[in-house]
């Protein structure tokens, strides 16, 4: 296979989140960027929805699923589920966060399955709000899904959304926040507590659900019992691993933002690749 040929999408959502590892830390090594660890820290539920969750044949079908990743600066692990989806082939997905790129560092419109431009922490869910009550205006089945980051809950923006969608009864509207502990200068615990976070969105009327962000299995069981037509809005608290897939880069604030040297990079591939094994 070319580097300009698409590719189908894996059908095993474990295999899937693997492919998305490896490819965030080879495009993050060529670019020379950071955000790694957010990046591998929500890759199961990249690699569940897209594999397996989201209804999406073509990303300009207008009854399509909506997803949209409100902690942008992890969105190379989106770009990478893009590609093993077949919307942007391999050749794009190498041009990520070079000069003249469409595939920056945040989400931008105009790639192919990018149906926000996020980044500004705290604005995602009002997006997929927006989204939610257009197809219940417009008799649509489509779902609307948004992955939130532990750390932008400390967002006043984001919990007028969250108001409004329980006040609302929006159950086509599903959160998965990526609780991993920490953000970019420290731990959420010492910034501001959000262990609790499930007794919150209670308290604003959704249907809470608190699993492994990295058991995909869970993570389906719990989507496919979900109610879509009616009742409140769902949360699934997705408790996780900061850097999950990589030992040395586990719950370390830094991997937050460094780069890997050369060393760094061939440890982190052969684990991935032993976990493949």
């Given at each position: ?143 609307t899904f948004v992955l939130v980051s532990d750390a932008e809950l400390n ?123």
């Amino acid at each position: 296979m070319t580097a300009t040929q698409r590719v189908k999408p894996a059908l095993n959502p474990e295999k899937f989140a693997t492919e998305i590892r490896r490819l965030v830390l080879l495009e993050s090594k060529r670019a020379g960027v950071g955000h790694i660890g957010s990046s591998l820290s929500i890759a199961d539920m990249i690699g569940l929805l897209y594999s397996s969750v989201l209804n999406i044949s073509e990303p300009g079908d207008p009854e399509r699923d909506r997803f949209i990743l409100s902690k942008g600066h992890a969105v190379l692990a989106v770009y990478a589920a893009l590609h093993l989806k077949g919307f942007i082939t391999r050749d794009e997905l190498g041009t990520f966060c070079n000069d003249g790129t469409s595939l920056c560092g945040h989400p931008e419109i105009g790639v192919p399955g990018i149906d926000f431009a996020t980044g500004s922490l705290g604005m995602g869910l009002s997006f997929g709000v927006g989204c939610a009550v257009a197809a219940r205006k417009t008799n649509s089945s489509r779902k609307t899904f948004v992955l939130v980051s532990d750390a932008e809950l400390n967002e006043g923006s984001l919990w007028e959304s969250v108001l409004f969608a329980g006040h609302h009864k929006l159950s086509n509207l599903v959160v998965l926040v990526d609780q991993n502990g920490q953000q970019a200068l420290g731990y959420t615990k010492d910034v501001m507590d959000t262990s609790s976070v499930e007794n919150k969105f209670k308290a604003f009327n959704w249907d809470v659900h608190v699993v492994d962000g990295h058991d995909c299995t869970q993570m389906r069981d719990t989507i496919d019992k979900l109610d879509f037509q009616s009742g409140a809005p769902h949360v699934l608290v997705c408790r996780t691993t900061f850097g999950k897939g990589v030992s040395f880069m586990h719950n370390k604030i830094e991997w937050h933002y460094l780069p890997m040297t050369e060393e760094q990079y061939e440890q982190a591939m052969t684990e991935i690749n032993s976990s493949d094994a």
